[in-house]
């Protein structure tokens, strides 16, 4: 689910790499063999570090990205794969976990079945929908949908208050869009354009299959076009979402109502089954406007067929086959550039994993974490926190006020590690071994209620955003805490076996990313506390504010594809994390090393460093996936996030010995942290 927070991660979820079984056997290693030798580390050190690997390992079909870590990623897959079949097998001595991870897997499993059913296991929505009266009743409809986990119009939820970070308050934010942000709404580029115009394609192919005629479909595709298309003109976009000062309108109920006297806002709320509540931080007001303009100029008829839409689009997954293939052709194909769906255990195991994650994620820790993992992990976060803080004492360009509240800050997070030390308990939801839909409609509403019931309540600092065998990492300026799942725990970022060069390079610089992202463009209007609070002397914040731009108009001048290039503006928090990450975690390695300068593989302790940290970012990626993740995703492409720092680390131009010039030694590099 949705959640308008800052929570910084190290690469999006939705975009990580979905790796193929049939390439993996036992964990990856430090791999020598993955380098180009015959390219100079100093004219393109990603290449250099990657190339024979990126030739190696071309994308397969069901992936629309295969990197390195997929490796990791695969493994952790089959790992779940196997409790998943153990725990689907019926047994009378069952736990109630293994029950309900089992029951659920096996019943999304049961491809026949679902298509047996056809549509009849939606057909009471559906009438829910097709039997509204008038316009009044749209707000407790558009509830009943956000309980479903259906995305209809907007997002309702709960979170702390950016200026109280121990009041949990309500939340409302944009939403209720198919395609992935605003701008493929409004762009007039011709792939852009065309874009479109498959969509539209999709969405009456899908009114088809639930049984319209193709002019009704036809009509009714494009009554959904016209009307997402006024949401998209309303919304934000992404770079101003980035600002939490222009997402911060705290208001009471009437305050709202003011806004969209149309949407019955007592009814919604009653219906959402959130409790009582005062205040409720309205992301951007011009949203709700536009809900307004919109209730008032749309008809029932063409509201009817765009909450149609979105039931059908998010229940797609689970619904026979016909459904699913022509959910991939758009999303899977045409958006990403995938040729093949995942074959289908693999979709079961990451819907199990997304509907009912910690119950999994139990049985996968009982499995794979041990205490050492831990106490190993918990030592380099300490070096890091270290290095960080030697960091910001030496900085040349910030006063001795702000330094020391930046360090009480640094000394103020906290972290987590490998998994939740009270485990979510999902006894209430109701899974059954013959009803994948209503169990992932059930799961989706416990997840809403769960959230909703936070309102008023003190935080929950334990809970975690991610589930266990995550391969990721995150950072949440609220909670002023760094978060590392068991899953990314492992090779290629961290081993237990190779020198400390390696392990700074990888599993150092995902720790060091995250603590930075207290520090940078958006973590650092953060406190100590969580509280959105300038707690920057002008001059000082003149003077981040400087860097960072330095390092936005770098990063802006990086392309894809001839005419593509990054948005530094977007991906300036994640960059300012990839390059002060590195930067401290290099420190931290030589704190812990000393002097030692002996080589291994005939690399130097620095090189050896530098050259984990680009292998983790090895990977190949389809031009349609790129093309997305540059005008959606807040982190760079693979290949900026290596070359895009090594050219700012004078430390790397020495391990290198490059010269003054080189493409990896520019005469004008950023440096924030
Ligand atoms: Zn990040």
Not at 110 to 131: F, S, V
């Amino acid at each position: 689910m949705f959640k308008l927070t800052f929570v910084a991660s190290l690469f999006l979820c939705a975009l990580a790499a979905q790796p193929n079984a049939s390439r993996v056997s036992g964990p990856p290693k430090f791999d020598l063999t993955a380098m180009d030798k015959s390219v100079d580390p100093c004219v393109n050190f990603y290449q250099y570090a990657c190339g024979t690997w990126i030739k190696n390992n071309p994308i397969p079909a069901d992936q629309a990205r295969w990197g390195r870590f997929s490796e990791l990623q695969e493994r952790n897959r089959e790992i779940l794969h196997e409790i998943l079949e153990e725990a689907s097998k019926p047994a009378a001595n069952r736990d109630a976990v293994t029950q309900k991870i089992g029951d659920y897997y096996a019943a999304c499993m049961d491809e026949k079945a679902i298509d047996a059913k056809g549509l009849a296991p939606l057909q009471a929505e559906l009438d829910r929908i097709h039997n509204l009266k008038d316009k009044t009743q749209l707000a407790e409809e558009i509830a009943r949908l956000h309980t479903l986990g259906v995305n209809a119009l907007f997002q309702f939820n709960s979170g702390q208050d950016f200026k109280d970070s121990n009041d949990v308050i309500a939340q409302f934010d944009q939403g209720g869009l198919g395609l992935p942000d605003r701008e493929y709404y409004l762009k007039e580029d011709p792939k852009s354009v065309e874009l479109r115009q498959k969509y539209v394609a999709h969405v009456q192919k899908m009114f088809e299959l639930s049984g319209e005629k193709p002019e009704q479909a036809k009509t009714d595709a494009a009554a959904v076009m016209q009307f997402e298309t006024a949401l998209a003109k309303g919304s934000l976009d992404l770079v101003s979402r980035r600002d939490p000062e222009k997402v911060y309108h705290k208001m009471g109920k009437p305050e709202l109502a003011a806004l969209s006297p149309a949407f019955k806002w007592t009814e919604y709320f009653a219906a959402s089954g959130a409790p009582a509540f005062q205040s409720i931080n309205i992301s951007y007001p011009e949203f709700v406007k536009a809900i307004n303009t919109a209730i008032e100029g749309t008809s029932l008829a063409d509201w009817k067929t765009y909450l149609t839409w979105q039931l059908l689009h998010s229940s797609a997954t689970f619904l026979p086959s016909v459904f699913v293939q022509e959910n991939f052709n758009f999303f899977g194909k045409t958006l990403n550039g995938t040729e093949a769906m995942r074959a289908r255990w693999k979709r079961c195991v990451d819907f199990t994993n997304q509907d009912l994650g910690e119950a999994l994620g139990r049985k996968y820790v009982e499995r794979t974490f041990g205490a050492e993992g831990k106490a190993r992990t918990l030592k380099m976060v300490e070096a890091l926190e270290k290095a960080l803080g030697q960091d910001i004492e030496q900085l040349d360009w910030m006063t001795p006020a702000t330094k020391a509240q930046a360090l009480v800050k640094l000394k103020a997070i906290t972290n987590k590690i490998g998994y939740p030390d009270k485990w979510r308990d999902y006894s209430s939801v109701v899974i059954k071994p013959d009803d994948p839909l209503g169990n992932s409609f059930r799961a989706n509403t416990f997840e809403f209620h769960r959230e909703l019931a936070k309102i008023g309540k003190p935080v929950d600092r334990l809970q975690w955003d991610m589930t266990p065998p995550t391969v990721n990492a995150y950072y949440d300026p609220q909670m002023n805490n760094i978060n590392f799942p068991a899953g990314i725990l492992q090779p290629p970022f961290f081993y237990n076996n190779v020198d400390d060069a390696v392990n700074f390079g990888g599993i150092g610089m995902v720790i060091g990313h995250e603590l930075t992202h207290g520090f940078d463009d958006q973590g650092r209007q953060f406190d100590a506390h969580g509280n959105l609070k300038d707690w920057w002397t002008p001059k000082d914040a003149q003077e981040f504010e400087q860097r960072a731009a330095c390092t936005a108009d770098e990063y802006s001048g990086f392309s894809v594809e001839p005419g593509l290039f990054l948005n530094g503006k977007l991906t300036l928090g994640e960059n300012t994390a990839d390059n002060g990450g590195t930067r401290i975690a290099l420190m931290a390695l030589l704190n812990t090393i000393g002097n030692k300068t002996d080589k291994i593989d005939g690399y130097t302790p620095e090189q050896r460093f530098f050259l984990s940290l680009g292998q983790i970012w090895c990977e190949n990626d389809r031009p349609e996936a790129v093309r997305r993740q540059v005008q959606t995703d807040p982190h760079s492409p693979p290949q900026f996030r290596v070359n895009g720092v090594v050219v700012n680390m004078p430390e790397f131009q020495k391990a290198f010995s490059c010269k003054p010039g080189q493409p990896m030694a520019p005469v004008h590099a950023c440096h924030v942290w």
